[in-house]
């Protein structure tokens, strides 16, 4: 299976920017599609972007228009940047393919808070 790490999480106040970072253990990883999921305290595990291998992107009504996702084949990395943040943006976020057959272990995730 596919490792995953997450990083690039932080504090950050409402309106400000985040950009995070999935590195997978293996190539397999360029030919997948992969999203960025997120968790907050007491509630499901939401995904909010995906791009397929190809870079086309879809995203969650919640963040369309101030997340963008993207992913560097070569570096087997996917990226979320995280503009015009918001108080209810603030989760543990996670990386992993939206195809439940191809996903790898879960990794740690990386935390995201957003200050009002």
């Known amino acids: 299976q596919v490792q995953l790490v997450e990083s690039g999480g932080g504090l950050v106040q409402a309106g400000g920017s985040l950009r995070l970072s999935c590195a997978a253990s293996e190539s397999i990883f360029s030919i997948i599609a992969m999203g960025w999921y997120r968790q907050a305290p007491g509630k499901q595990r939401e995904l909010v972007a995906t791009?397929?291998?190809?870079?086309?992107?879809n995203y969650a009504d919640s963040v369309k228009g101030r997340f963008a996702i993207s992913r560097d084949n070569a570096k087997n990395t996917v990226y979320l940047q995280m503009n015009s943040l918001k108080p209810e943006d603030t989760a543990r976020y996670y990386c992993?393919?939206?195809?439940?057959?191809?996903?790898?272990?879960w990794g740690q995730g990386t935390q995201v808070t957003v200050s009002s």
């Open positions: 791009i397929t291998s190809g870079g086309t992107t």
């Open positions: 992993n393919s939206p195809i439940p057959t191809l996903r790898g272990s």
